[in-house]
Each structure stands twice: as C-alpha cells, then as structure tokens.
C-alpha cells in the first residue's frame, strides 16, 4: 500500500477555484470594514455588561470579535473539505480488529453523558465556561466514541449535510438581519437587558450563534474523524 | 502554596515533555504528550481563564491524543 493517492485534476482545479472565489470576497469585505482597534482590550470588558452576557469572554468571541468567529469557521469548514477531499472513500470499510466487549458496553452508558455534557456547555456557554467551540468539540468526541467502539456505525452523511448548512446559513443570516435593522455587521437586534443577566434566555443573539458555532464545530469535527478512522481499512 | 503548586506543575510538564521525546516506543510518546496538555489545563484553570482551560481539556488531551493513537493503530508494525 503506498500512501501516494490518485487526485483527478478535475478535483484539484475546482478546489483552487473554489480558494480564489473565496479569498476575493474575504478581500472585498475587509476592504469595507470599518476597523475599531483603539477599542480593544480591557475597554470591550467595562462594556461587556450592557449586553447582559454574563460570560466576559463569550461576548468578545461572539460579539465583538464575531467577524473573527465566522472567518474561524469557515476556516475549520476548509479543514474538513479537504480533508473530506483527500481522504474519503465510497466504499464501506470497518476496522480491521474489532472493538472489544468493554469498550462497547462502556459506549452504552457514557456516549449519552458525552452527549449531554456537550449540549450543556454549549447552551451555557453565555454564563459558565465554555461555549460553541468547546461543546462542539465535546459532542464529536462522543461520535469518536461511536465509531471506535462499533464497526458499523456510520456518521449520516444526509444528516450532517442539513445541519451544516443549517448552522452556516443561519449565521449569516443574523448576522445580516442586524446590519439591516441596526446597520452593525452582527448587531444585536433582540432584546438584551442588564436586569436578565444570568438567566439562560438572556443577551439576545449572543446564546443562539453559539450554538449555532457549536452545530457547526460539531458536525465537521465529527465528519473529520470518521475520514480519518474509516480510512482504507481495507487495505 | 498555590505557588509551589504552579512551580510544580512547571516542573511535571517540562519533566514529562522531555521525556515523551526520548521514548523509544511512539504509543508511550503520546501518552506523555496527554500529559502535558492536561499540565497547561491546570495551569490555565489556575491563572484564570477557564475557557481556555477547557478548550485545552477537550480538544489537547481529548482528540488530538485520540488521533495521533489512531494514526498510530494505522502504521501498524512500521512505527
């Protein structure tokens, strides 16, 4: 087996294109960004509270720097298209040694604790520690424990293909609802009182794009790790 | 004390990182490696910035240890 692969050029020139359309509009909006550098830091902190977030980091991920967050995730969507790209194969493989009998009955009580554990560091990620980034990351490790533990299983792909254009989609569209109502990329055009501070439904946008980050992050990690593990097991 | 334990900690992570990269075996290498992510979660926990901390948590000790493992169930005999 060598580890040379055959890419068609088809493949190769589309993805070189697809890079050039994307770095071109990248360009375009940073041209048109009006930048505030003189307010970073510790200024972004004083006024982290008149957006009623608890969580002082959530609101520079998700708020102040939400530009960044975006062009984060299109990034970590380029990661999983080429590794999807180079690595995915048609044909059903399954790992060559099977799991064994401790690990599969582990899998049954912990993958729905990994699960749960995930969804709450991701909705309470604008009041505790955590986040988009972290719960997605934490549901993936929970499929990772899926595809070790049992042959057969296998990420549906239908599944992950809805919820990623969901996820993608829909950011950009709250983030194009507050530049038309509040004429801010990424306003934030719901309600977001100081008196609700702490209280799950609070800060407006800020909860519902982190978890949106974190549909995201989820579904392409996971999509990641079954490219990598189902990979010419075959062979 | 919380100072010994920082010092401590310095100490553990800088013993257990040279160590991982003289071991003759490469599945002993990433063990000591998850070692060293889960040093900086402490010390980030301790220096006040949890979400850091817990992003290191999963994503350094977590799945990053899990891959190279199954990278190196991959090469098989060769490694």
Do not use: W
């Amino acid at each position: 087996m060598s580890l040379k692969r055959e890419l068609p050029t088809s493949t190769i020139s589309g993805f070189a294109l697809s890079a050039v359309f994307i770095l071109t509009i990248l360009n375009i909006l940073i041209q048109n960004m009006p930048l505030f550098i003189d307010t970073a830091g510790d200024k972004l902190l004083q006024i982290n509270t008149q957006d009623g977030v608890a969580n002082a980091v959530t609101t520079v991920v998700v708020y102040f720097r939400g530009f960044d967050t975006l062009g984060e995730i299109a990034v970590l969507f380029i990661a999983s298209l080429g590794i999807g790209l180079m690595l995915h194969k048609n044909s059903t493989c399954t790992l060559k040694a099977g799991s064994n009998f401790m690990l599969r009955s582990a899998s049954k009580i912990l993958f729905p604790i990994i699960m749960l554990y995930g969804i709450y560091v991701m909705v309470y990620g604008h009041l505790s520690p955590g986040g988009g980034f972290q719960g997605g990351v934490i549901i993936a490790s929970g499929v990772l424990l899926l595809l070790i533990s049992y042959q057969e299983f296998e990420v549906p792909h239908s599944l992950i293909v809805l919820l990623e254009t969901f996820a993608g989609v829909s950011y950009v569209l709250i983030a194009l609802i507050g530049l038309l109502t509040l004429d801010i990329f990424l306003g934030n055009f719901l309600p977001h009182n100081i008196s609700e501070m702490g209280m799950l439904l609070s800060g407006g946008i800020i909860p519902i794009i982190y978890i949106i980050v974190g549909i995201k992050v989820g579904s392409e990690m996971s999509i990641i790790a079954q490219n990598l593990i189902k990979r010419d097991e075959n062979v | 004390m919380i100072g010994f334990i920082i010092l401590a900690t310095f100490v553990g992570m800088v013993v257990v990182a040279f160590s991982s990269i003289i071991q003759s075996k490469l599945a002993d290498s990433i063990i000591l490696f998850m070692g060293v992510g889960l040093g900086s979660v402490t010390l980030f926990f301790i220096f006040k910035a949890p979400d850091v901390a817990l992003t290191e948590a999963v994503i350094g000790a977590g799945i990053s240890s899990l891959i190279f493992l199954m990278a190196l169930k991959h090469l098989g005999e060769e490694a």
